[in-house]
């Protein structure tokens, strides 16, 4: 009854609808192995809100080069870790991040090196403020000084983030699009760290000019409902190639022959009730 299948033609739509279905496959796997990541993002920022923070060489280790240049990026395992450093702010290298959005309103992260007493230096991110009042969103903030003397930051350790345009002086502060620490690196006199800190807290206190920069969760469950409908498509290929060959099958013996349709109006119209 189903000799059919072996048939070239068969054979040939059986090996797409494989293929089709290992494709499919291979995709929900790719965002099984994207969900997995994701959450382990996640639970690294929701543990990192509640442990004691730790030395930030324990995290991030010291940049070896020259000036101008950067040290290793943070191992995965520990971005979003909650470290402390002692330090003293490069107040004439403040880096300005334009394009930053904070409760729908666009305007600059600012950046501010933090130099060690090995002479090397982390970039820690003070926090969002708006642009100059009666500015455009690209004009520049009124930025708060930084503190003078040791200052000591508390923070969640955060990867160097990739693209962007160059970094520009202006108006006597460093600008930028995008969080690029090798590029930042290029125009500070001294070597910098591979990662940067999202501030938490502060001493002295950090100016209430800023705005502390949310920490977002990364939206895990919806490479999870990937996972699931491809997966969904790969078993309803496979079953949807059976159902077509048993119809192949059941017409080919006969068992399922057109109906003869009914015509209704050549039959004998039922007498009328007293």
């Known amino acids: 009854m189903y000799r059919f299948l072996l048939t070239p033609r068969w054979l040939g739509y059986l090996a797409l609808t494989l293929v089709a ?9 790719w965002q099984l192995d994207r969900y997995r990541g994701r959450t382990a993002i996640n639970e690294r920022i929701d ?5 004691a923070p730790v030395p930030l060489r324990d995290a991030l280790p010291a940049p070896s080069g020259g000036a101008g240049s950067t040290g290793p990026a943070p191992a995965e395992r520990v971005t979003w ?27 600059f992260e600012v950046l501010t090196p ?27 903030p009124q930025v708060p000084a930084a503190p003078a003397g040791d200052v000591t930051v508390t923070g969640r350790v955060v990867s160097s983030e990739s693209g962007g345009g160059g970094v520009d002086r202006r108006e006597g502060k460093l600008e930028t699009r995008r969080i690029s620490i090798p590029r930042i690196a290029k125009q500070l006199p001294y070597p910098v ?3 940067y800190v999202l501030l938490d807290q502060q001493t002295p206190a950090a100016d ?30 496979l079953v949807g190639y059976g159902w077509v060959a048993r119809r192949e099958a059941r ?24």
């Open 114 to 140: 933090l130099v060690l007493a090995d002479g090397t230096a982390v970039l820690v991110d003070r926090g969002w403020i708006p642009p100059a009042p009666g500015g455009s969103a690209t004009t520049q």
């Open 208 to 237: 209430p000019a800023f705005q502390a920069v949310p920490i977002g969760h990364t939206n895990n469950w919806q490479n999870f409902g990937y996972v699931v409908q491809w997966w969904l498509f790969a078993g309803m290929s």
């Open 47 to 51: 543990a990192g809100s509640t442990m």
């Open 81 to 107: 870790t909650k470290v402390t450093a002692t330090g003293r702010y490069d107040g004439a290298n403040v880096v300005l991040v334009r394009g930053r959005t904070v409760d729908n309103e666009v305007g």
């Open 193 to 195: 760290a591979g990662g």
């Open 251 to 274: 017409r080919m013996a006969g068992l399922d022959r057109p109906r003869t349709p009914v015509d209704r109006a050549a039959e004998p119209a039922a007498p009328a009730s007293a």
């Open 21 to 29: 279905a290992a494709l499919m496959v291979f995709l929900g796997n």
